[in-house]
């Protein structure tokens, strides 16, 4: 007797059914999608930024998704049909800025135009994307893998991922084949993964996508305060959790003084408190919205993040975001966890 697979049908074009051969192979469950409209509401369900299809695609229309997000990090597989498709002023959500974007592509070959720059995207291939401003994709059916990093984890100067924007890097050597390798593993098996397993993961994901991005930038053009100053911030990024991190202990790391380090920031837009302080609030928002920590304390969320004092945090979360920490809470916030 042959057992057929199991299909868990959803209204308006969408099924979800374990990975068939030749599809989106995984051991967990992937959202099969015949409706562009339905497409839509699925890359908003995944945390990616809207795309929508460019005239009529009739009824030929094939698309599959998986994804998730590990910690601040969200990632996505994907096979989309051929065509055109766009996202433009209209569609862009205020939840993407602060990102970037990076598509790497598996299968298929694809055109990404974005703020005047066009990049030829084929197997192997990345392209760094910004979420927050319009962009035209035209497509063969294509296999991709997407991951949203924020900026602020990246040890990459914000004027360099704009000239790095729309450019074609080589996806099958050096750190880009690592970060291909990583994701796609992150995707296939997140589903066992701890909360703080995933977030961890994430910060792995968003410190090689950062020697990705640094690899492409000319070597010698940089100053040393820039490089220093990027080292900073990668080191910032990756010690959020620990409560005694300050400039005092920032500057010991790097053997420079304090007031250097206070110098290499006085003309950024966050000095070095506020950056620890704007990016602890920043993961501490994401987790408040992740359904994985629902049952967790505003108090412990804030602790993990470095905030010992729940009053002090409070009032930080308060006056950033216009919103209690517990209005943060809304069941429709975040993309969907990697998580157990």
Known sequence: MVRKRPVRRHPAGAVTAPAAPGRLN???????????????????????????ARGDLGGDFRAELAG???????????????????RDEAGVRAGDHGFCQIYLGIAGQSRMEQD????????????????????????TRA?????????????????????????????????????ASLARAAVRSGGDLGAEEASRSGVAIAELTTAVLAAQLPRGRRSPDETLRAGVRAFVA???????????????AHHISVRR?????????????ALIRHSRLERCRADLAAPE???????????????????????????EYGLTASEARRPDQGAAPISK
């Open 26 to 52: 995984y051991g967990g469950r992937v959202t099969l999608i015949s409706d562009p409209d339905v497409w839509v509401q699925a890359l908003a369900t995944a945390g990616l930024p809207p795309m929508r």
């Open 68 to 86: 998730g997000a590990l910690g601040a990090v969200r990632l996505a597989e994907l096979i989309a049909p051929g065509g055109a498709c766009f």
């Open 116 to 139: 005047g720059r066009t990049a030829q995207l084929g197997t192997a291939d990345l392209v760094v994307i910004d979420p927050a401003l319009p962009l035209e994709v035209t497509t």
């Open 143 to 179: 296999h991709f893998l997407t991951l949203l990093v924020p900026e602020h984890l990246l040890g990459v100067e914000p004027g360099d991922l704009t000239r790095l924007r729309g450019r074609r890097i080589a996806g099958d050597v050096g750190a880009g084949a690592l970060l």
């Open 238 to 252: 990756t010690r959020l959790r620990q409560p005694d991190l300050n400039p005092a202990s920032i500057a010991a």
């Open 261 to 273: 380090l206070h110098q290499l920031f006085r003309e950024e837009p966050f000095t070095v408190a």
């Open 293 to 319: 920590y629902r049952g967790q304390s505003v108090a412990v969320v804030a602790a993990r993040w470095g905030f010992t004092d729940p009053a002090h945090f409070s009032r930080l979360f308060k006056a």
